[in-house]
C-alpha cells in the first residue's frame, strides 16, 4: 500500500511565524504536490515537484516556497503566516496517473 | 483558467435513496478522475474515465464522462450511510496537463 504521511494534523500558529509543513510518501514516487482545500474551492495546487530540488509553480504560489532534498520527502513553507492562510493542506505524490493523498494538515494562523 | 464546477454543493438524503452528481466545465479534458474524502482524510481515488461516452461501474456508483469530455456525472443507487463523504472531480488537459480539481459535492447519507 502506498502511504503518504503528512507531519502534523493540526497546528495553530501566530501571524508572522514561519511554518513548515512536511510530507513524507514510501513508494518512491517522482512526483509530489501540494495542495491547499478550502469550501467550495475544490484544491488548488500551491507547488509540485517532479524529481529531487527541482519545483515548480502551481495556481496559487504566492507566500510559499518549497524545499525537495530527497526524493521521497516534500516540504512546505509559509516563511512568514498571514490569516488568510488558514486552510486544509494536502500533499501527494503521483504514480502514473493516480495520486495519492495525506491525511492533510489543517493549519490556523492567529 | 479551466473550471470544473460541480452541483450541487450539497446534498442531504435518506438511505437507500438514489442521487445524481454533476461535474461541468467548457473545457476538453483528456481524461477525468473522480475522489471521495472522508472526514479527516485526503481524496481517495474512485474512478479514471478517458474516452468520450465512458461508462464506468463500480458496485452501486455509476460514472459518465460525456460525449465532448467536457462534462462527467456520478450517480449512486441506494445510497448508503458510508457513501457519506466528499466527492471531488478532477479534469485532467490542456497546456500544462495539470490535474484540476471541481469545487466538491459534501454528501451525507442519513440511516
Known amino acids: 500500500d502506498v502511504k503518504v504521511t503528512q507531519s502534523s494534523r493540526y497546528l495553530v500558529k501566530r501571524t508572522g511565524e514561519k511554518v513548515f509543513l512536511e510530507c513524507v510518501q514510501d513508494?518512491?514516487?517522482?512526483?509530489m504536490f501540494w495542495y491547499r482545500q478550502d469550501p467550495g474551492l475544490g484544491l488548488r495546487l500551491i507547488y509540485f515537484?517532479?524529481?529531487?530540488?527541482?519545483?515548480e509553480k502551481g495556481d496559487i504560489p504566492e507566500g510559499y516556497s518549497v524545499s525537495r532534498e530527497k526524493k521521497e520527502r516534500f516540504s512546505l513553507i509559509l516563511e512568514s503566516a498571514s490569516t488568510n492562510q488558514t486552510s486544509m493542506y494536502l500533499c501527494?505524490?503521483?504514480?502514473?496517473?493516480?495520486?495519492?493523498f495525506g491525511p492533510g494538515t489543517r493549519l490556523t494562523v492567529l | 483558467t479551466q473550471l470544473l464546477e460541480q452541483s450541487p454543493q450539497f446534498l442531504s438524503i435518506q438511505e437507500g435513496e438514489n442521487l445524481t452528481v454533476y461535474c461541468n466545465s467548457s473545457?476538453?479534458?483528456?481524461?477525468l478522475q473522480w475522489y471521495r474524502q472522508e472526514p479527516g482524510e485526503g481524496p481517495v481515488l474512485l474512478v479514471t474515465?478517458?474516452?468520450?461516452?465512458e461508462v464506468k461501474k463500480l458496485k452501486r456508483l455509476t460514472f459518465q464522462f460525456g460525449d465532448a469530455r467536457k462534462d462527467s456525472s456520478l450517480h449512486i443507487t441506494a445510497a448508503q450511510p458510508g457513501d457519506t463523504g466528499l466527492y471531488l472531480c478532477?479534469?485532467?488537459?490542456?497546456?500544462?496537463?495539470?490535474?484540476?480539481f471541481g469545487t466538491g459535492t459534501l454528501l451525507a447519507v442519513q440511516p
Open positions: 501527494a505524490s503521483r504514480l502514473t496517473g493516480t495520486q495519492y
Open positions: 513508494m518512491d514516487h517522482e512526483n
Open positions: 515537484s517532479y524529481d529531487v530540488k527541482m519545483k
Open positions: 473545457s476538453v479534458f483528456s481524461s
Open positions: 474515465v478517458v474516452t468520450g461516452g
Open positions: 478532477a479534469g485532467r488537459g490542456g497546456a500544462t496537463n495539470k490535474l484540476i
